[in-house]
C-alpha cells in the first residue's frame, strides 16, 4: 500500500510512495526545496542508506543535519558548512585571546591591591 | 590519451582515466580512501558536477572541504561535522560569557581605584 499522497522525494523521483518510505517522515511533500538540495549534494540513494543504517529515533536529526550541510553547499559550492567551522574557529580564538589579555589585566589589579 | 596511472576514481569506478580527468587533479592513486570517501557519501557524478561548476584554482579547496565533511559523515553517521559547528558555537557562547564577566570585574576595579 502507497501513501495518498507521496513524500516530496518520491514525487520528484516519480515512484510509488510506499507506508513504510524511509525519507516519508523526513522529506515531506510540503517542503520539496528540503528533498531537492539534499537530492542534488548527497543524492537520493546515499541519503536512504544513512538513514537506513541508523535507529529511528536518530534519523530525523541526521536528515536535519544532511539538508543542512546541503543548503550550505548549495549556497557556497567551494567550503559548503566547512565555511561556518573556519569562522567559528576563528572567533573563538580571538575572543579567548581577549579573555587572557583581559585576566591577565585583572590579575595585575589584585597584585597590585595586595 | 588516458594516464599512465588511473586517480582513484577512476580506478575505483573502473573506467579509463581521461587526460582531461575532473577529479584526477584532487584523488590521486595513492589515496583511495579519500575518494572512497567522498564517493559513498556524496556520489561520484555529484562531486563532478559541483567540481565542473567552479573555477579551476577553487577546486582543490572544495574537493578538501567535501573530504573532511565526508570523513566527519562516515565517522558521526548522525550529525558529521555539523557535530563540529555547534560543539564551536558552545565553546564559544562559554568563552563569551566568561570574557564578559571578567570585562565586569575589571571594570569593578577600575570604578574603585578612582
Known amino acids: 500500500m502507497s ?3 507521496r513524500c516530496a522525494a518520491c514525487k520528484s523521483l516519480r515512484r510509488r510512495c510506499p507506508r513504510d518510505c524511509i525519507l516519508a517522515p523526513y522529506f515531506p511533500s510540503n517542503d520539496p526545496q528540503r528533498f ?4 542534488k549534494i548527497f543524492g537520493a540513494s546515499n541519503i536512504s542508506k544513512i538513514l537506513q543504517q541508523l535507529p529511528v529515533q536518530e534519523r530525523a536529526k541526521a536528515a536535519d543535519c544532511m539538508s543542512f550541510e546541503a543548503t550550505s553547499r ?3 559550492p567551494v567550503y559548503g558548512c566547512v565555511r561556518i567551522i573556519s569562522q567559528l574557529q576563528q572567533q ?16 595585575f589589579y589584585y597584585a597590585q591591591q595586595q
Chains 1, 2 share one sequence.
Open 3 to 5: 501513501h495518498s499522497t
Open 36 to 39: 531537492s538540495s539534499v537530492h
Open 74 to 76: 548549495i549556497q557556497d
Open 92 to 107: 573563538l580564538l580571538i575572543t579567548q585571546r581577549e579573555l587572557v589579555m583581559t585576566q591577565a589585566q585583572l590579575a
